[in-house]
C-alpha cells in the first residue's frame, strides 16, 4: 500500500495495480477503519478499482498549527489503516436488484443473444446467477461498477449510442454489466430494467448502492415490474 498527495487537499492510497475482489475488499476495510476514527479533517473518501482517494480541509490543519498538512494526514491514515489481504466477504452484504429482462425493459437482450449463439432466457440465467461486486460508483450518480459478468455473455458496447437510457436500465458493455441510475445518453447493450431507484437526491444517503457491497440479478415478470412501479 502506497500513500501520496495528490493535489494541495488530497491523498491518494495505492492498493497495487491489479483489478480484483481482494483489492476492493482491502479498500473497502480501510475506508472502515478511517471512519472509525472521526478524524475531524477527513471530507471525503472516493474508492476506485485500486486506489482510494481521501480529501481534507487542509485549511483546518494549518489553523491548528500544522506546517505540512499532507504529511500529517499521511501519517494518520498510516497509523489507523491496516488492511488484511485475506479479508472474507463471508460477511459482506448481498442486495437483490429486481430486473425485467427483455421486451420494451430490455430491447438488446436478443441481440446479446444472437451475438453468442445463445438463447434469450440462457442468457438471463448467466446475467442473473453471479453475486456481483461492487467496485465503485461513477459515470452517473450511483452507477455501479461491477465485477463478476460471466465472460461467455461479455458483449461489445452498441456502435451507435442512444441519446436516452431510462433510468434502472441495466445493460453490457464489454466485460462489464451496470445499472443507469438516472435517464442519460449511453452505448451499453440494455437487456433488462430495474424498478428500483439507485439515485435519490432528496435522501441522505442518495445513493441505493455503495462500493464493497454485492448484488445479485432478481428476473422478475412485467407485471410484476409495473406493480412495483406504483
Not at 211 to 217: C, N, T
Amino acid at each position: 500500500m502506497e500513500w501520496m498527495p495528490f493535489g494541495e487537499m488530497a491523498i491518494r492510497m495505492q492498493f497495487g495495480t491489479s483489478v480484483s475482489d481482494v483489492t476492493q475488499r482491502q479498500i473497502t476495510q480501510a475506508m472502515a477503519q478511517i471512519d472509525a476514527q472521526n478524524i475531524p479533517y477527513i471530507q471525503e473518501m472516493i474508492p476506485a478499482y485500486t486506489t482510494l482517494t481521501v480529501l481534507y480541509d487542509a485549511i483546518y490543519l494549518l489553523t491548528q498549527g500544522i506546517k505540512n498538512p499532507a504529511q500529517a494526514v499521511i501519517e494518520t491514515l498510516t497509523a489507523c489503516v491496516s488492511v488484511d489481504a485475506a479479508t472474507s466477504a463471508a460477511t459482506t452484504k448481498i442486495i437483490d436488484i429486481p430486473v425485467c429482462y427483455g421486451g420494451e425493459y430490455g430491447p438488446d437482450l436478443e441481440e446479446v443473444a444472437s451475438y453468442h449463439q445463445l438463447s434469450v432466457k440462457e442468457v438471463i440465467k448467466r446475467h442473473s446467477t453471479p453475486h456481483y461486486l461492487i467496485y465503485m460508483l461513477g459515470f452517473a450518480p450511483g452507477f455501479p461498477y461491477l465485477g463478476g459478468l460471466d465472460e461467455t455473455i461479455a458483449t461489445p458496447r452498441k456502435k451507435s449510442p442512444r441519446l436516452k437510457i431510462e433510468a434502472g436500465s441495466v445493460g453490457i458493455a464489454g466485460s462489464q454489466t451496470g445499472i443507469y441510475p438516472i435517464e442519460t445518453p449511453g452505448g451499453w447493450q440494455i437487456i433488462g430494467r430495474t424498478p428500483l431507484a439507485l439515485f435519490q437526491p432528496e435522501k441522505m444517503p442518495p445513493t441505493l448502492l455503495e462500493a464493497g457491497a454485492m448484488i445479485r440479478f432478481v428476473p422478475i415478470s412485467a407485471a410484476d415490474f409495473e406493480e412495483m412501479m406504483a
